[in-house]
C-alpha cells in the first residue's frame, strides 16, 4: 500500500512507531531505534518529549499547515510526510516503512524495496558529486 502526501522529501527505511491520542503520560516513550515516528500531528510542543536519535523518518494524518513537522523534519535532517489520511489507522506499530521523497510504502515487497534502494543509492550518487 503506498501513500502520498507532502513535506520533507527524503528517503527512510525502518519500523512504524503508531502514536494515538490519550496513550498514558508520554505516548511517545519506549520508541525502538530505527523507527519511523506515525502521528495524528507533532508539534513543537511534543518535540520535547521525543527521543529524535531513535527516528529515521516521520508520518503525520494531518497536513503539515503550521508548517511546524516540516520544521522538526529539516532540522534533524529526517524526511517527513504529511496529510496521510487516516494513517494511525491503517499503519499498525511494526509494519515496515519506507519513505521515498513524499510517497510512504506500507509493508512493501522485494520489487518496492529493490527499487527503494536503487533510487537511494543513485541520490546518494547525486548528492556526493564534487562540483
Known sequence: MTYRGSGVKGFAKG??????????????????????LVSKNISLADSVF??????????????????????LASGLGIPAVSGIESCTKNIVTGDRLLIRNLDVL???????????????????RQLSLDI
Open 15 to 36: 519500523r512504524a512507531f503508531v502514536v494515538k491520542e490519550g496513550e498514558g503520560r508520554n505516548p511517545f516513550e519506549d520508541i525502538p531505534e530505527g523507527s519511523i
Open 50 to 71: 521525543v527521543d529524535f536519535k531513535r527516528v529515521v523518518g516521520m508520518v503525520t494524518e494531518e497536513p503539515d499547515a503550521d508548517g511546524q513537522v516540516c520544521t
Open 106 to 124: 506500507v509493508n512493501p515487497d522485494l520489487i518496492e524495496v529493490n527499487e527503494f534502494e536503487e533510487l537511494r543509492r543513485n541520490s546518494d
